[in-house]
């Protein structure tokens, strides 16, 4: 019910919609990214699969649906050869592993990976910071955002109370 479900948030006045790149094929897909489209709202599709090979599909199934953000992933090289223009590409910083994903990785790396994706081009970053373990979730925003002087930070990944969402704000994230 997943276009139903685009026609309610719509109704709402939702105006960024996505969907993960499990669970439907492209065809489903691409109706959602038309049903999106459709509505006036930015369509999104996050790669959250857990082999390179997958997550290469995934960002072409993305270059081929012309959503108008990727988030996650980690290679940018790959990213880049495949989608071309990075503005509307949002990685993962850290070491994301398995599935549900959990972010591995120091304030540094996740710095450092950052910092990189601007210089790449990319839009900005899709920080998992609430799946860290082995840092606090808000020392790795504040490193990203201090990272990301250009760049839009988002924060994905179990964030379900409204009390993370307002110190999410505080601390300078974007969506």
């Keep these: 019910d997943a276009g139903d479900l685009i026609e ?3 109704d709402l006045g939702v105006t960024h919609i996505g969907f993960k790149d499990v669970g439907v094929p492209p065809e489903t897909m691409r109706d959602l990214v038309e049903k ?5 709202a930015a369509s999104y599709l996050e790669v959250v699969s857990t082999t390179p090979e997958a997550v290469l599909r995934s960002l072409q199934v993305a270059r081929d649906l012309g959503v108008d953000r990727v988030l996650g992933g980690t290679e940018l090289d790959a990213a880049k050869r495949i989608l071309g223009e990075l503005a509307g590409y949002f990685p993962f910083p ?3 592993i398995g599935h549900p ?3 591995e990785g120091s304030v540094a790396l996740v710095a ?3 910092r990189m994706a601007q210089t ?3 839009g900005g970053v899709d920080l998992l910071a609430y799946r860290a373990t082995e840092t606090d979730p808000l020392d790795l925003v504040r490193a990203a955002r201090a990272a990301l002087p ?5 924060v994905a990944g179990s964030v379900s109370t409204k009390r993370q969402i307002d110190v999410l704000a505080e601390a300078g994230v974007d969506a």
């Design 8 to 10: 309610l948030a719509c």
């Design 36 to 40: 999106i489209r459709r509505r006036g």
């Design 94 to 96: 850290g070491r994301p």
């Design 101 to 103: 994903t959990r972010l």
């Design 112 to 114: 450092e990976h950052s």
């Design 120 to 122: 790449m081009g990319c």
């Design 150 to 154: 250009r760049g839009k930070l988002i």
